[in-house]
DNA sequence: AAGTGACTCAACCGCAAAAGG
DNA sequence: GCCTTTTGCGGTTGAGTCACT
């Protein structure tokens, strides 16, 4: 495994580790500690550099390495934390004892990357990716629709849509989209149940990946067109929660998880207007009763998809498809034995400490 | 059994930040 | 404040392995 040696300039030896080479390492440190990687190869009679030292004791010979497959629990926290930090890997890494970055890494690259593209999730937005759905819905609906030997999914490495609901649906995101740029939308506009159950599909998700405090999306803003982080909000927003901070003595960057919901729910978000507005947002707020609240006339806010966590007393229908109704049985292996609707935080998560 | 392509993962590279002088 | 060195991180590579034909 590994690479070979490109060069072997001044001694100094590349490529994969022999065992006599690894446990000069060890007892090195053992001994003495991994203070300066730089002298530390001279000291222990490796020929080796410090940066080639450092990698494989850190990635591989560190006692407390764990080493095998990742845990349902782990993979779900990598989902969750790689939403939240990006490509982060070593701040992932630090919350996921024995794991090391470079493990992470890999396995985001080489299952979890390419199980969110098969479910047709960007796996860099976490988001469904829209883009894809449009094409495809356009491909499907004229020039190829009785072409069998054509079929854009496969050529973007997705899993097949079968459901033509959903292709629809996608059309109808993005013609709604480009119905509000070009101010053509009407006021009554009746927003498509499809375009809901997608929406509500792609919210428990976001449950599933979106279990932290609020106070995390300030920092990456996850370009998710249905979940606008803190820093979206306007400006009459933030003005409640600083009402509500000055109210409980508290700083904006401490308001806990279940506070949130509960005091951008007391807000009309009917008001939110601006110029990066929310994709659903005018139609939604409208006309729309996503979640089966006890006021079935409630508006649809963000702030009542913010609030869908398991803390939030609005539950979604758990027998809601996922994105389009069928997991695989790969899927089912990372997601299928845990309710989203009732995923938890990891206890080895603390995410203040990302602020 | 042999060939082939996909997958895995240890290790490397280059860059940026931090630390030291 | 500037320069040099060291450390850490993220992206990429490619040999070994596996699965399929």
Redesign the pocket.
Known sequence: ???????EKNGV?????TPEEDQKLIDYIQKHG???????PKNAGLQ?????C???W???LRPDIK?G?FSLEEEESIIQLHSI??????????HLPGR????I???W???IK?KLLRMGIDPITHSPRLDLLYISSILNSSLYANSSNFNIQSLLGMQPIENTDLLKLASSLLLSQQCKDQNLCPQNYQCNPQILNHIQSHVQYQNLVQQVPYTEMVEPNMMNPYMPSFTDLSSQQHSVLNDWHRNNGTSLSTIAEENIPQLLSSYNYSNYSTDNQNLMDPPLSETTTLHSNNNSNQNLSFASVLSTPSSSPTQLNSSSTFINGSITEDERESYGSSNMTKFEIPKILDVNEFM
């Open positions: 495994m590994g690479r070979v040696p490109c060069c030896k590349k490529g994969p580790w991994y203070g300066n990687w730089r002298t530390l080796r550099c410090g940066k080639s450092r990698l494989r850190t990635n591989y080493r497959r930090l990006g490509n982060k890997w070593s701040t992932i890494a630090s090391t970055d470079n493990e890494k890999n396995y690259n080489t299952h390419k």
